[in-house]
């Protein structure tokens, strides 16, 4: 069974860092292109940043370009979202997801899903 589970939101003050873990069990995150979506209260989920099995190539939203950084640990079976530069519009609920495919996307079909952790940015 495919599980994913999302750790490291919080509360933290614009300007501030969190790096979100997304640790994978029952698969091995080698095969599988790995995706991490949020979802802010009256709004849709949207697509932040992924990253391919295939080479390791990443996409971003225009909006965290430059501010967060997708990475995987194969070995640990984990994926990490890194955000800096936080800002209030970055406050929503967190998930990664995955998908069996050499290509990531952000806006495609993905098999598993987590939780979600939830990401507040506030003075």
């Known amino acids: 069974q495919l599980q994913l589970v999302e750790s490291g939101g919080g509360l933290v003050q614009p300007g501030g860092s969190l790096r979100l873990s997304c640790a994978a069990s029952?698969?091995?995150?080698?095969?599988?292109?790995i995706g991490w979506f949020r979802q802010a209260p009256g709004k849709e989920r949207e697509g932040v940043s992924c990253?391919?099995?295939?080479?390791?190539?990443?996409d971003s939203v225009d909006s965290v370009k430059g501010r967060f950084t997708i990475s995987r640990d194969n070995a640990n079976n984990t994926v990490y979202l890194q955000m800096n530069s936080l800002n209030p519009e970055d406050t929503a609920v967190y998930y990664c997801?995955?998908?069996?495919?050499?290509?990531?996307?952000?806006?495609?079909?993905?098999?598993?899903w987590g939780q979600g952790t939830q990401v507040t940015v506030s003075s």
């Open positions: 990253i391919d099995r295939y080479d390791g190539n990443t």
């Open positions: 029952g698969f091995t995150l080698d095969y599988y292109s």
């Open positions: 997801a995955a998908v069996r495919l050499y290509f990531c996307s952000l806006t495609g079909h993905y098999d598993a």
